[in-house]
Every structure is written in structure tokens, then in C-alpha cells.
């Protein structure tokens, strides 16, 4: 992709002020913003932001944080508007590092993502993510087990449209041998994925042991690209995590992300080796 498309700003984005409090800010801002003569450029500019990362605001792909909203009440002259009401949009069912990035991934057309240890949350099962969220928190009770699952098992409901977002992910052979949960919860996180696949509705290649060495080393990557909104790339640690808009940064993961797929096993092969994983682990079970 060519560096014009990256760095062309979305065209404003009509929104139903009704649907959300972030699309209730979004459609504000733009109000404001262009009833003071800005434009997204000029009003990042005033802010030490990029101007994409004002069409993200309005847009809704990102949530209003607390500091941006004082910043704009003073660029755009609203007194305390947005302060007053970017809290509404901060409410969130997720883990606070990961709740923009959960917003953002709703309303992605595209998701690209290479998972080197886990299998990402929009292809886990409630047994899978039962067991990691478990081991995340071995004291917690098992109430707050359970509505982070039930959160994370909304996230997946994405998936129930037939054709958005497109959803293509690598996964590091580690992330499948893994044994989470047992091997009898391995063997449906494993079926749950093949069905995926043969329904045609994500597309996922393995990046085997025998690559070797390869261009994500040091961790995973989540790419997200939008109908009206700049891509997006999102960074996680334990605990922590952040979107980043810089068009060098996501050219730069798009990169990456190619390497890995060069690297890893084609589309068919990787649903035989998962399938006859998910066989394996259904059957040492049984035994």
C-alpha cells in the first residue's frame, strides 16, 4: 500500500447520535470543530495529536479520554462539554488497557493478527478463556471469571455476521500446543476453529516450530483497518497495551505481518494440521 493512502484523512463520517455516547461525542466534536473553522490537521495540531487521530474521535474508533476532552474545551471554546461527558464514553466491560482497542475492532472491516502463544479472544471458546483468564487470576472469585468470559464470548458474536470483519490470522504452532484448559478443552478450541474455517469464515495459517526464526519474535501483532477511519495497529504486553495510528509504525507491521504469512503453512495445510491436532487431543483424551 502506497504511502498517500496511509496518510489521506477520512472524509467526516455521518453518525446516529442516538446509537452510543462515543458517537454522540464523535458527531459534537465535528460539529465544533467545524463551526471553528478547523480542520482535522489544525485541531491535532492544537492538541500535539495527529489529525487522523481526530477522525478517529469522530468517527468513534476511539474513545475520548479525560485529557483530550479538557484540550478540546479549550481549543474548540465548549467550556466543559466534553469533559462533562467523554466519562459516559469511558464505560467499558474490559480490562481498561484493552477496552479502545475491543471498541476499535467492532467496527474494523479488516483484522489481521499473529498470535505467538494463545489463540486470540475472537477464536476462543468459553472453556478456553475460562481457563486463561483463570490463570491470569488464581484468586479471583469465580464471578469475576465469569463475566470476563462472558465479555470475551460478546467479542466473539463479531463473527456471526457472514462476511465482516474479514478476520486472517497466523497462529505460532506454540499457541496450539499449548495444553490450556486440558487436552479436552484444547480439542473443541481446536473444532471450533476448523468449523470457522470450513463455514469460510476466517482465514488462518500456522507458522510452524521448523520456521525457525522469523520477523515477530518478540510478540504478537493486531492490524485493523476501517471503512472511514486510518489503520490502526495495537501493541499488548501482561496488563498493558496501546493503538497506534503513525503511518511509518503500521506500514512498518503490515511488513511484518507479510513476513509472517510467507513463512507459514498455506491455508490448506494449516486446517489439516489443525484438524488433526484437534483429533489427537479429542482421542489422547478418550484414551
Given amino acids: 500500500m502506497c504511502d498517500r ?12 447520535p442516538s446509537s452510543s455516547p462515543r458517537a454522540l461525542l464523535g458527531a459534537e466534536l465535528r460539529h465544533a470543530r467545524e ?6 490537521e489544525e ?3 492544537r492538541l500535539f495529536v495527529s489529525g487522523s487521530f481526530i477522525g478517529q474521535l469522530e468517527s468513534g474508533t476511539r474513545r475520548m479520554q479525560p485529557e483530550y476532552a479538557r484540550l478540546l474545551d479549550d481549543a474548540l471554546s465548549t467550556e466543559d462539554f466534553f469533559r462533562r461527558n ?3 464514553s469511558a464505560k467499558s466491560r474490559y480490562p481498561e488497557h484493552f477496552a479502545e482497542a475491543a471498541e476499535a475492532e467492532a467496527t474494523a472491516t479488516e483484522i489481521r493478527e499473529y498470535a505467538p502463544l494463545l489463540i486470540p479472544g475472537l477464536l476462543q471458546t468459553a472453556a478456553y478463556t475460562r481457563a486463561v483468564c483463570r490463570a491470569y487470576r488464581p484468586t479471583a472469585p469465580n464471578e469475576a471469571i465469569e463475566e470476563l468470559v462472558a465479555a470475551r ?6 463473527l456471526d455476521d457472514p462476511t465482516k470483519p474479514q478476520l486472517w490470522v497466523v497462529l505460532d504452532e506454540a499457541a496450539l500446543r499449548r495444553v490450556t ?11 471450533h476453529i476448523v468449523s470457522l474455517i470450513r463455514r469460510n469464515r476466517i482465514i488462518v495459517q500456522v507458522l510452524p516450530f521448523d520456521a525457525g526464526a522469523h520477523a515477530s519474535l518478540e510478540g504478537a501483532i493486531k492490524l485493523m483497518d476501517f471503512e472511514d477511519a486510518p489503520p490502526l495497529v495495537y501493541f499488548e504486553g501482561v496488563g498493558t497495551g496501546r493503538l497506534e495510528d503513525e503511518p511509518t509504525v503500521v506500514r512498518y507491521q503490515r511488513h511484518t ?16 494440521l489443525v484438524e488433526a491436532m ?10
Fill in 86 to 88: 467523554c466519562a459516559a
Fill in 153 to 158: 464470548m460478546d467479542r466473539a458474536r463479531l
Fill in 181 to 191: 484448559g486440558g487436552r479436552e478443552v484444547m480439542a473443541e478450541a481446536l473444532g
Fill in 43 to 45: 485541531l491535532g495540531g
Fill in 278 to 287: 484437534a483429533q489427537d487431543y479429542a482421542h489422547e483424551e478418550h484414551s
Fill in 257 to 272: 505481518y507479510s513476513l509472517l504469512s510467507a513463512c507459514s503453512l498455506s491455508p490448506k495445510n494449516s486446517l489439516a
Fill in 35 to 40: 463551526k471553528a473553522g478547523l480542520s482535522q
Fill in 5 to 16: 493512502e496511509f496518510l489521506a484523512m477520512p472524509g467526516p463520517k455521518d453518525l446516529d
